[in-house]
C-alpha cells in the first residue's frame, strides 16, 4: 500500500484548503464580495495564487500516484513533499508581489515535472518487461 503518498495527498489536499481559506479571508479584508475576482491587487494575487494551485491539482495528483505505483512510494511522497514546498513558497511569495513567485513556481514545476517523466518511464520499463 501507497501510505506515504497518501498521507502526502492529504497533505497537498490541506495545502489547498488553506489556501482557499487565504482567500475567504482576504474577501473580508480588501472588501471583495462573491463572486467578484477582482477589485484590489493584494486580493487579486492572494486569489491567483489558489487558482493556479487548483489548476495544477489535476496534473500533480494523478502523476503522483503513478509515481508511487510504478516507481515508489517512498519516493513519490518524497517528490511530493517538494510540490508542497513549493506551493507554500509560492502561494506566500505571489500574495506579497507577483514578480516573486518565480521560485516556488519552479520548485513545484520541477517536482511534478519529476512525477511525470518518472511514471512514463516506470510504465515503460513495465511494459518492455512485460
Do not use: C
Not at 497537498?12 to 474577501?27: D, E, N, Q, T
Not at 495564487?49 to 489548476?55: K, S, V
Not at 508511487?68 to 508581489?97: H, N, Q
Amino acid at each position: 500500500m501507497p501510505n506515504l503518498t497518501a498521507l502526502v495527498t492529504i497533505a497537498s489536499i490541506l495545502v489547498l484548503f488553506w489556501a482557499s481559506l487565504r482567500v475567504g479571508k482576504a474577501r473580508g479584508t480588501y472588501k471583495i464580495k462573491a463572486p467578484a475576482t477582482t477589485g484590489d491587487p493584494n486580493f487579486e494575487r492572494i486569489f491567483r495564487a489558489h487558482q493556479n494551485m487548483a489548476e495544477w491539482m489535476p496534473i500533480y495528483l494523478p502523476a503522483l500516484w503513478l509515481f508511487a505505483f510504478y516507481v515508489g512510494d517512498k519516493w513519490a511522497a518524497l517528490v511530493g513533499l517538494v510540490w508542497i514546498v513549493g506551493r507554500v513558497i509560492y502561494v506566500l511569495t505571489y500574495a506579497g508581489a507577483a514578480e516573486k513567485r518565480g521560485p516556488g513556481f519552479a520548485i513545484q514545476a520541477s517536482a511534478t515535472g519529476v512525477l511525470v517523466v518518472g511514471s512514463l518511464i516506470g510504465i515503460a520499463k513495465a511494459l518492455i518487461a512485460g
